[in-house]
């Protein structure tokens, strides 16, 4: 029987360069388990892991971890306290509208995991295309994402 997933739970993934971490800080009953992902890939897993402590985050997205756990994707190798800058449920952007020519959007809306607190257009500030993308995503996109070095700042959408 796999193991139950509990805040704080410290995930290994494996990637075609390396192996990637990520911990659970978070659930919202529609979109599911909110990880942040450390930056970094490494050759080999981790021994130490208070190598995370006070890493950054690459990015943050929502992840269906239990299903991954069950299905032996990721392996949950150690819970630790969430860090006191990760414990508050983080401000996500939601693309409303898209151009259909550009791809790139036309407007989003600001979600603090409770409300919508905003709708914003671009151009977005500095602050605004930093923050976290509303969306959950599966394995094959959460390693191409880690492999990648993507971040939110990088996506072609924004």
Do not use: C
């Not at 401000?91 to 151009?99: E, N, P």
């Amino acid at each position: 029987m796999a193991k139950r997933i509990k805040f704080g739970d410290i995930i290994e993934i494996k990637t075609s360069k390396g192996y990637g971490y990520m911990q659970y800080t978070h659930k919202d009953s529609m979109l599911g388990n909110l990880v942040r992902v450390f930056k970094g890939i490494y050759i080999k897993p981790l021994e130490d892991l208070q190598v995370l402590e006070d890493k950054e985050i690459q990015f943050t997205t929502f992840f269906p971890l239990q299903t991954a756990v069950n299905q032996n994707i990721v392996t949950v190798i150690a819970n630790k306290k969430v860090r006191k800058d990760l414990q508050p449920f983080p401000l996500l952007k939601s693309m409303l509208a898209q151009d259909k020519e550009t791809w790139k959007a036309k407007s989003w809306e600001l979600w603090d995991g409770e409300k919508v607190i905003g709708l914003i257009r671009p151009p977005l500030t500095q602050e605004q295309i930093n923050l976290p993308i509303s969306e959950v995503i599966n394995d094959t996109l959460l390693i191409e994402r880690i492999d990648s070095g993507w971040t939110t700042k990088l996506d072609l959408s924004i």
